[in-house]
């Protein structure tokens, strides 16, 4: 994901209190209606005099009559245009013993989510945490415990196979290692994980380089990844598109179809360099010698661009990358077709599994795209971009094959940074996320592919919502099919926060001006959650956001 902030410690945590004893207690006295919110975040009047307002950042008139305009001129769209919502959960939805972790918090808090019109959630699926005990033995039920209580909330699920490691990226605030059975043939193999010209490896995901080969306990990573969407579909099969509507399939580092070329672990890359080609594994090694052999250009074959610069670069400190550099010669051609066609024939392989296992379950296949949007302004278009696998310059479009690659298996292109304005990027880095935008929605409006959506950064202002907004909507035809939101967590339902959900929720969904959210107050203290009848309260319990 494009510099995504995730947050693992997400839950409401509720604190017992005198006279309330049981979560039954507390429920009966809670009310979430389901198609007209009755919940109210409240605050005392001491604690209101203390609240104190501390916003990420200050929106002005002009933003906040902007999110006006866009709320209020949308009541008139038909059903087709609206956006559903969803919320990602915590990292650490499930523990590393493969429980669910807080169930009790997690259903006051998925409670409040459907109070607030969210149509679902989405959780992380860790191959870490299912397959953890050895090859084909999987472990599901803390994952079904959470798709029964979404069930009985009336809330969708995405449900992501994240082939990936948690930890190493902004905002991975917990660990999640691939499962140690595979770190164990890591060990003895390092060959088996991206590596990049200096010899670092890189354990977040299983180099491309061996799809196809048994480095796994005699299964190739293909067959690995496709017997845990096949023990899914068998464990789920009575919930898929009822229930679990979208299955997003992992397809690299963050989940993401793309190389691990800039590693935040140990300070290795910093925004906004340009990061590393990852082919120096002795299989991706190979795959290219060949390639240069079969093009009649042996020494092509020998490794990567020797004049590329290193992480925290500009484009402009480099041969390859500079303005007429050798990314646009003979060579660096042939290079970046290689380097991208290998990541498209890895996504091809995935996604025609996935398609294979779950057509006809009535759930939507998804794919993650990076929004890599730094230096995007460049003669290179994004040096970022290139290093990351996809070969998009000023002369090609690197949007495009994915997006015909993700139409021919019928799976959803989800995109990050749909929040983010040119404006508000720092100006040495030629970044662009508005033209990255408009050109993926081109893409994939060509190719007859639905487009979703992420925010990349924990973002709660008014701003970015309304940015959302503005890209969301399409007169050409390609509105988004659904948008994530990143994440469930303790901010998200601090009240002002909460109120810029709920109306960014209705708006999305076509409410306009006549949506209204649930009442809350504007403090950021001790939150309680209670049913209001006439004008008197009822005893409520109270919750403490951890």
């Known amino acids: 994901m494009a510099l ?19 979560p039954d207690d507390f429920l009966g006295m809670v009310s979430f209606a389901l198609t007209k919110p009755s919940c109210r975040l409240m605050i005392t009047k001491s604690s209101m005099q203390e609240a104190q307002l501390s916003h990420e950042r200050v929106i002005g008139n002009e933003e906040r009559e902007k999110l006006h305009v866009l709320t209020t001129t949308h009541s ?6 609206k956006v559903p919502v969803f919320v990602m959960l915590p990292l650490d939805t499930i523990t590393m013993g493969g429980n669910l972790n807080k169930p009790r918090a997690m259903h006051v808090s998925l409670m409040a989510l459907k109070s607030a019109g969210v149509e679902g959630v989405m959780v992380d699926a860790w191959w870490g945490l299912v397959e953890k005990d050895g090859p084909l033995k999987y472990n599901w039920e803390g994952y079904a415990e959470l798709v029964k209580m979404c069930k009985e909330h009336g809330l969708k699920l995405q449900v992501v196979m994240s082939f990936h490691q948690c930890g190493g990226n902004v905002g991975d605030s917990c660990s999640i290692p691939l499962p140690p059975w595979v770190l164990e043939d890591i060990g003895k193999n390092p ?73 935040e672990s140990n300070g290795t890359w910093r925004f906004p360099g340009i990061g590393e080609f990852q082919n120096y594994d002795k299989y991706m090694r190979a795959s290219l010698a060949a390639s240069a052999n079969a093009a009649g250009k042996d020494d092509w074959g020998q490794g990567g661009p020797h004049d590329s610069g290193q992480y925290n670069q500009f484009p402009e400190d480099t041969g390859f990358f500079q303005r007429d550099g050798t990314w646009n010669s003979e060579y660096g051609k ?93 100006q040495s880095a030629n970044c662009s996320p508005e033209g990255l935008v408009r050109q993926v929605k081109k893409a994939t409006r060509t190719s007859e592919v639905e487009l979703a959506g992420e925010n990349a950064l ?89």
């Open 4 to 22: 995504t902030p995730h947050s693992s410690t997400s839950f409401i945590n509720i604190t017992e209190t005198k006279g309330i004893k049981t």
């Open 76 to 81: 008139n769209i038909n059903s087709s245009t």
């Open 191 to 263: 060959d088996l994980v991206y590596t990049d010209r200096s010899g670092r490896r890189n354990p977040e995901y299983i180099s491309l380089g061996c799809d196809m080969l048994p480095v796994l306990k005699g299964r190739t990573p293909i067959q690995v990844y496709t017997d845990y969407m096949r023990s899914f579909r068998e464990r789920f099969s009575h919930y898929l598109g009822d229930v679990i509507v979208e299955i997003q399939v992992g397809l690299g580092p963050c989940g993401e179809l793309r190389y691990p070329s800039y590693p």
């Open 334 to 426: 042939f290079f970046l077709e290689w380097y991208s066609g290998k990541l498209l024939e890895h996504g091809d392989r995935i996604l025609g599994a996935a398609e294979s296992i779950y057509q006809g379950t009535g759930a939507k296949l998804s794919g993650k795209v990076a929004g890599i949007h730094w230096h995007y302004n460049t003669r290179s278009h994004a040096a970022a971009e290139l290093t990351a696998g996809y070969y998009n310059t000023r002369d090609t479009n690197g949007y495009l094959p994915i997006s015909r690659m993700f139409g021919k298996h019928r799976v959803v292109f989800n995109f990050t940074c749909m929040e983010m304005r040119d404006g508000e990027q720092p």
């Open 458 to 546: 924990e973002r709660y202002d008014e701003g970015a919502y309304s940015q959302v907004l503005a890209t969301s909507r399409s007169d050409s035809g390609n509105a988004l099919s659904a948008f994530t939101f990143l994440r469930m967590n303790k901010r998200l339902f601090e009240p002002e926060n909460w109120q810029n959900l709920g109306q960014f929720v209705k708006s999305m969904s076509g409410g306009g001006r006549n949506a209204r959210r649930p009442e809350c107050d504007s403090s950021r203290t001790d939150l309680y959650v209670g049913f209001i009848k006439k004008t008197h309260s009822m005893k409520v319990k109270e919750i403490a956001l951890v």
